[in-house]
């Protein structure tokens, strides 16, 4: 399986990529890099993605907060399964659950030719200590999807 992942951190990038390509799977780093306007930066993550011809498309934005909590944008028809388990992962962690909601709106999502999650994570504590638990729950996700 192919997936592209976009996120502004590149120690979380790492980490994740790292273990789902020791299961022998391929992941494309989709965020662009060197462009300030936002719109570019959007249209570009949808152009690599489409080019790389990914199986699954997951944007992770990471911000800090007066919470810990985890909200999944993706289309209504996309697999609960999958979205279930990031959400119930990070629950079990003490994260406050805010659910799925329809992002069919936005333009990665619209966009890009396959499946596509953007995962919000929201900290209230120093980010680098979560990398390791967020790949984690990522990669059990992608385990339950069938990547294993």
Do not use: W
Request: hydrophobic share 40%.
């Amino acid at each position: 399986m192919k997936i592209g992942f976009d996120t502004h951190n590149p120690e979380l990038f790492t980490i994740i990529s790292n273990k789902i390509r020791h299961l022998g799977h391929t992941v494309i780093y989709c965020t662009p890099q060197g462009i300030n306007n936002l719109g570019e930066s959007i249209y570009k993550r949808v152009l690599m993605a489409n080019h790389s011809k990914v199986d699954m498309f997951i944007s992770i934005n990471i911000e800090s907060g007066v919470e810990n909590s985890v909200l999944v944008y993706s289309k209504l028809n996309e697999s609960l399964d999958f979205i279930n388990s990031i959400l119930s992962g990070f629950q079990k962690e003490g994260f406050d659950n805010k659910g799925i909601k329809d992002g069919g709106k936005y333009y990665i999502i619209k966009n890009v030719l396959t499946k596509s999650y953007i995962i919000n994570i929201t900290l209230f504590d120093e980010e680098d200590k979560f990398y390791n638990m967020i790949s984690e729950l990522i990669l059990k996700a992608l385990e339950l999807y069938g990547i294993n």
